[in-house]
C-alpha cells in the first residue's frame, strides 16, 4: 500500500510542531494543513519546553477543516517546574491528554548526551541558562513524593496518556510500577532503545504490566540524525512484542531531519517492505493503539 493509504486515519502521538524554542522544520498551522491533506485522524504536539495545547486549540479554531484532531501535550522538564502537579492539572484542564516524563532536564538525557564522543542531540535548542536537572527517583532509587503525586492524579484522568520521556530503565521500570498500581490504564515507553537502552527482557516486562512500546521513525529510519535501530532489531520487537502491544509515531519535526507526515509514511512503508509487517498490523499500531491510549473516540469529532 501506497503512503498515503497508510496514512489515512493515522494518530501521531509525537510530533514536534513549533512554534518553539527548538528550531524546527514545520510549526503547528502547518503541520494541521499536511495532516489534513494526507487524511490523518489526529496528531499530539509535543514540545521540550513548554505545553502546547494553546498551539493545538489555536490552529484547529482557525484553520482546521474538521478533518484531523491537532491535540496538546506537557513535558516535565525544567522549563515548566518539573513534576509540577499543578502544570499537569492545568494541560489536562485546557484538554492536553499526553504526559511525558522529563526528556531534555532527564538526568539520563543529560549524561548519555554529553559524554565524549555522543552525538550532538540537535533537537533541544541552545539556551544561555544551563538546564536544572529534574531528578525523579532518590539516592535510594525510589519515586520522588511528587512524581507520586502526579500519577495519583493521572490515575483519574483516564483520557491522559504517560509517555515515559528519557528516562533511564530503572527509572521507565518505576513509572510504570507505580502508575499501575495507583490505576493508571495508559502508558507508553517512548523510543525504548534510544536514549532510554532498554532490554528485551524489560520491554517484556513493562508490556506485562499493560505498558505499549513506542516504534519511532525518528530513530529508525535510515538517514535520520537520530537512526540507533536497523530493520533487524524492529523485526525482533515485532516477533517478541507483537502489534498489539506497540504504537508507531513520527517524532520528526526537527529542523534537518525529514518532515514529520513524510517520515510517517515512509516509515509505515518500510515496516511493511522490508520487515512485512501486515497493512493490519500496521493499522493496529498507528491507528488503533494510539486512539485508544488518549480515548480519541471520547472527542467529537475535529
Known amino acids: 500500500m501506497e503512503p498515503r493509504e497508510l496514512l489515512r486515519g493515522v494518530v501521531d502521538l509525537h ?23 494526507r487524511g490523518y485522524r489526529c496528531f499530539v504536539i509535543k514540545d521540550h519546553n513548554f505545553p502546547t495545547v494553546m498551539s493545538a486549540k489555536l490552529v484547529e479554531k482557525h484553520i482546521g477543516k474538521g478533518i484531523t484532531k491537532p491535540i496538546g501535550a506537557i513535558v516535565l522538564n525544567s522549563m515548566v517546574g518539573g513534576w509540577t502537579l499543578k502544570a499537569v492539572s492545568t494541560t489536562v484542564e485546557m484538554g492536553g491528554r499526553m ?13 548519555k548526551t554529553n559524554r565524549p564522543g555522543a552525538l550532538p542531540f540537535r533537537a533541544a535548542g541552545k539556551s544561555s541558562v544551563p538546564d536544572r536537572p529534574v531528578k525523579t527517583v532518590d539516592p535510594d532509587g525510589k519515586l520522588l513524593p511528587e512524581v507520586v503525586e502526579i500519577l495519583e492524579y493521572l490515575a483519574g ?9 528519557h528516562l533511564d530503565a530503572p527509572e521507565v521500570d518505576q513509572i510504570i510500577r507505580e502508575a499501575v498500581k495507583r490505576g493508571c490504564k495508559n502508558i507508553v515507553v517512548n523510543h525504548p532503545y534510544y536514549l532510554v537502552d532498554a532490554t528485551m527482557d524489560d520491554m517484556k516486562r513493562w508490556v506485562d504490566m499493560g505498558a505499549y512500546m ?15 535501530i536497523d530493520f533487524k532489531g524492529l523485526a525482533e520487537i515485532m516477533e517478541k512484542i507483537g502489534p498489539d502491544h506497540c504504537i508507531v509515531s ?23 517492505k522490508e520487515i512485512h509487517v501486515s497493512e493490519e498490523e500496521l493499522a493496529i499500531m498507528s491507528k488503533v ?9 471520547d472527542i467529537p469529532p475535529a
Open 157 to 165: 484522568q483516564p483520557q491522559v496518556c504517560i509517555g515515559t520521556g
Open 289 to 297: 493503539n494510539p486512539a485508544k491510549l488518549i480515548h480519541l473516540d
Open 99 to 111: 504526559v511525558f516524563c522529563p526528556t531534555l532536564s532527564s538526568p539520563n538525557h543529560i549524561d
Open 214 to 228: 513506542e516504534v519511532n521513525a525518528c530513530v529508525s529510519l535510515p538517514y535520520s540524525r537520530h537512526n540507533c
Open 250 to 272: 513520527s517524532d520528526f519535526g526537527a529542523l534537518g531531519n525529514y518532515f514529520p507526515v513524510d517520515g510517517l509514511g515512509m516509515f509505515l512503508e518500510l515496516l511493511g
Open 15 to 37: 510530533v514536534h510542531a513549533g512554534p518553539s524554542f527548538a528550531k524546527r522544520n514545520v510549526d503547528a498551522a502547518e503541520m494541521l494543513l499536511e495532516a489534513e491533506n
